[in-house]
């Protein structure tokens, strides 16, 4: 048995998570929708570019959380899960998915975005195993700060190895896989990197190292 480790936004799904809620959020009201989307893409470009500070992100993207109870977003983070994003599962992936599992492995996502999606993202794809950005509560509400190492670039790297010390394992065997180049400091570190759909620098990363490369819809 092997350690499956899955980036979750255009990897396993084909999207971001954390924009499509952002325009979700538009659509609750909870945003002015122009102005908050419109800063959301000027950020996922930096990410796209391996530029973007995380910490940015999160500050701008749990603004609207701030004074709400993880109840009461979990109340619509389901639905939006349903009818945003289980539609766009790359069927490739949930085949991956079901490999691994009749293989024994264990499956673990590790994603940048918030806890909260994730983890209800995971649980449609009957993944029970998740790392992912921890939020901050005070008083049983959304504090709009992050708790902990953030699950992004080197950051995976340390959350990981917390996580295998905890939980007796090891990346011995470890597949992980990936779209993008901020990944590279958790794909150069397991026995099996795989680059999914890859963006322009991780591509050429695989090629060079010999990775296999995996087109998946």
Known sequence: ???????LDETLI???CASLWS???ATLGWVDGESFIAKDHQLMALYAEGKLAMEDYMTFSLSPLVGR???EVAFVVEPFVEDVIEPIFFSDATRCL???RQAGDRILIISASAHFLVSAIAERLKVEEVLAIDLHEEYG?????TEGVLT???????RLHAWLEEQGESLDGAYF?????NDLPLLQRVDKPHAVNPDAILREHAEREGWPILSWN
């Open 1 to 7: 048995m092997a350690l499956a480790i899955f980036d």
């Open 14 to 16: 084909n999207g971001d």
């Open 23 to 25: 325009e979700h959020m």
């Open 69 to 71: 109870t993880p109840e």
């Open 98 to 100: 079901a490999t691994h």
């Open 141 to 145: 509400h959304y504090s709009g700060k």
């Open 152 to 158: 992004y670039r080197e950051g995976k790297v340390t």
């Open 177 to 181: 896989y990936s779209d993008s180049r």
